[in-house]
């Protein structure tokens, strides 16, 4: 399968941590990747670069094969969809409808049109009076009936209803399958969001901590809970990503996936096992702990 974006050892600095310390991935031909990850963890500094609205302060950015920055052939088959975009005063959607097939050339008009319907856009009032959910639905009606060859949509749901969410989930689908593409979107939304990804990458700090086909989440990790002594022995020389604990309870996500003699003990031990969620995933990467955590204390049985 073809790599459309590739990062080698790409970093940005603006002075203070940095936003993307080394990160390497590459995003085939052909996918919806989820890039999920907490507040500051590098997403939209990931996406600015790949959209060419950005350099990196080291490293490689390739889209279509080519550095994205001031790149024309590269950039007029990039969407970058991000909550800054501005309208012109007295602006309506059937201006914004008339202007935007200019600068897509493979607008598709009856999608434009079904998107202004599902997510109930109006058509006479100024989009610069729309309210936040109004203006999100445009940001995606723009992004979708575009069907730019790569789609970048940065945490596209702000303010959205959750109905207008449904609704651009299955006309996302439903047009990706017509006519593939490469759509990388982030979101904190990720139980709504997931059934859409065939990839995630997560991030936090500035770094990619997992990178994977989405039917490989449920081994990933998995989460041991029960009395604190129990868990704590289970986990011993196991990489530990979190740890939560209350009175009487504790709460450890453990990367990789349990072998059957491990989940016989825990049983035995009044321990549960279950797969981590893709969203204890996300949560698990981003916890305080800088780096994964290796419990070390005690024997192993
Ligand atoms: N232009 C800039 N100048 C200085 N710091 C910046 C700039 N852009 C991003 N940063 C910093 O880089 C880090 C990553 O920011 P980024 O916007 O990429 O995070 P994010 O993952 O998109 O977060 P969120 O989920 O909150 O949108 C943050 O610490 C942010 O403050």
């Given at each position: 399968?073809?790599?459309?974006?590739?990062?080698?050892?790409v970093?940005?600095?603006?002075?203070?941590?940095r936003?993307?310390?080394?990160?390497?991935?590459?995003?085939?031909?052909?996918?919806?990747?989820?890039?999920?990850g907490?507040?500051?963890?590098?997403?939209t500094?990931?996406?600015?670069?790949?959209?060419?609205?950005?350099?990196p302060?080291s490293?490689?950015?390739?889209?279509?094969?080519q550095?994205?920055f001031?790149?024309?052939?590269?950039?007029?088959?990039?969407?970058?969809?991000?909550?800054n975009?501005?309208?012109?005063?007295?602006?309506?959607?059937r201006?914004?409808l008339?202007?935007?097939p200019?600068?897509?050339?493979?607008?598709?008009?009856?999608v434009?049109?079904?998107?202004?319907?599902?997510?109930?856009?109006?058509?006479?009032?100024?989009?610069?009076?729309?309210s936040?959910g109004?203006?999100?639905?445009?940001?995606?009606?723009l992004?979708?009936?575009?069907?730019a060859?790569?789609?970048?949509l940065?945490?596209?749901?702000?303010?959205?209803?959750?109905?207008?969410?449904?609704?651009?989930?299955?006309?996302?689908?439903?047009?990706?399958?017509?006519?593939?593409?490469?759509?990388v979107?982030?979101t904190?939304?990720?139980?709504?969001s997931?059934?859409?990804?065939?990839r995630?990458?997560?991030m936090?700090?500035?770094?990619?901590?997992?990178?994977?086909?989405?039917?490989?989440v449920?081994?990933h990790a998995?989460?041991?809970?029960?009395?604190?002594?129990?868990?704590?022995r289970?986990?011993?020389?196991?990489?530990?990503?979190?740890?939560h604990?209350?009175?009487?309870?504790?709460?450890?996500?453990?990367?990789?996936?349990p072998?059957?003699g491990?989940?016989?003990?825990?049983a035995?031990?009044?321990?549960?096992?279950?797969?981590?969620?893709?969203?204890?995933?996300?949560?698990?990467?981003?916890?305080?702990?800088?780096?994964p955590?290796?419990?070390?204390?005690?024997?192993?049985?």
């Open positions: 399968m073809t790599n459309v974006i590739e990062l080698q050892s970093t940005r600095a603006f002075g203070g941590p936003a993307l310390d080394d990160v390497t991935l590459t995003v085939p031909a052909g996918s919806i990747v989820g890039l999920l907490r507040n500051g963890a590098g997403k500094t990931l996406m600015s670069l790949i959209a060419g609205q950005d350099r302060s490293g490689r950015v390739a889209v279509f094969g550095n994205p001031e790149n024309e052939s590269v950039l007029s088959r990039v969407r970058f969809v991000r909550d975009q501005r309208y012109p005063d007295g602006y309506t959607l201006h914004v008339r202007i935007a200019t600068y897509a050339p493979n607008w598709d008009a009856d434009a049109a079904e998107l202004a319907d599902a997510m109930r856009i109006p058509d006479k009032v100024p989009v610069k009076s729309f936040r109004q203006l999100s639905a445009v940001a995606i009606l992004s979708l009936a575009a069907r060859p790569v789609t970048l940065d945490e596209p749901y702000l303010g959205l209803d959750v109905t207008a969410r449904a609704r651009f989930h299955d006309v996302l689908i439903r047009d990706y399958v017509a006519h593939p593409r490469t759509v979107l982030s904190h939304l990720i139980e709504e997931e059934a859409l990804f065939d995630v990458i997560i936090d700090r500035g770094r990619v901590r997992a990178d994977l086909p989405s039917e490989q449920p081994t998995f989460v041991l809970s029960g009395p604190g002594e129990a868990v704590d289970l986990a011993t020389d196991r990489t530990v990503l979190s740890t604990a209350v009175p009487g309870l504790k709460s450890v996500t453990v990367h990789g996936a072998e059957v491990l989940v016989a003990d825990a035995s031990s009044g321990v549960q096992v279950s797969a981590a969620s893709l969203q204890e995933l996300v949560a698990a990467f981003g916890a305080d702990s800088r780096e955590v290796t419990l070390a204390n005690g024997p192993r049985s």
